[in-house]
């Protein structure tokens, strides 16, 4: 199986959460949107497949870069 990482594209807070572990996702689905500077930032999925791990809550601080999601490819 093949696994992709999902990496936040700023530093911010985890804002809302759209999927849970186990559901299926398509590449460019917003799994996440961030706030970031009172912006509101999607984080999509870079492939098709199942959302394997989900390694934030809502509410969670992160830093640009870092790895909040993994996704098994379809």
């Not at 500077?37 to 497949?49: C, H, L, R, T």
Request: charged fraction near 25%; proline fraction near 4%; hydrophobic fraction near 45%.
């Amino acid at each position: 199986m093949e696994y992709f990482e999902v990496e936040t594209p700023v530093t911010g807070t985890v804002w809302k959460i759209n999927f849970q572990v186990g559901e299926d996702i398509n590449q460019g689905d917003v799994i996440m949107i961030m706030e970031a500077m009172k912006m509101e930032i999607p984080v999509e999925s870079p492939a098709s497949g199942k959302l394997k791990e989900l390694l934030v809550s809502e509410g969670d601080q992160v830093s640009e870069d870092d790895v909040v999601a993994i996704i098994e490819a379809a």
